[in-house]
């Protein structure tokens, strides 16, 4: 799927590239910063396919709202669940999960996160490709 196909998942910008977190990713994915006054907004766009690790957000929550194509979210020891635009996903924190696009179209989704002192990010191992076909 090239850029300009993707540019059409959602009505946000796409924004560049995720070089910055391409480590924790399988796949391609795209970031554009929405907003960063009292609540981060970030759009993030998955290439068909791609998928973030497992992780865990330590100290804060995070928000997705689902805002183009088709992608899934799933928290350690259930099942994944399958995502449409308009779809919403409170993850608290210290909930082990991941979440990315379906493997035959792209995915766009807005992170919302409250700037919390000490928080962060625990990036854990990656959703391995027998783990994501049996969801298929």
């Keep these: ?3 300009n196909e993707l540019e059409k998942i959602s009505d946000f910008p796409l924004g560049e590239e995720n070089v910055a977190f ?8 795209y970031l554009s910063l929405l907003n960063d006054k009292e609540v ?8 068909p396919g791609c998928r973030n690790n497992w992780h865990i957000h330590h100290g804060c929550g995070q928000i997705l709202i689902c805002v183009g194509g ?3 979210y799933q928290e ?3 099942d994944a669940r399958l ?3 308009g779809d919403v996903v409170y993850i608290p924190s210290e909930i082990k999960h991941w979440h990315g696009a379906v493997k035959d179209e792209g995915f766009a989704h807005l992170s919302l996160t409250v ?3 000490g928080a962060n990010t625990e990036w854990c191992e990656p959703v391995t490709d027998e783990e994501y ?3 298929l």
């Design 76 to 78: 350690a020891g259930k």
């Design 83 to 85: 995502l449409k635009s």
């Design 115 to 117: 700037p919390t002192e």
């Design 22 to 29: 391409a480590q924790y990713f399988t796949g391609k994915s």
């Design 133 to 135: 076909n049996k969801l």
């Design 40 to 47: 981060n907004i970030h759009n993030v766009t998955f290439e």
């Design 70 to 72: 088709h992608g899934l």
């Design 1 to 3: 799927m090239d850029r």
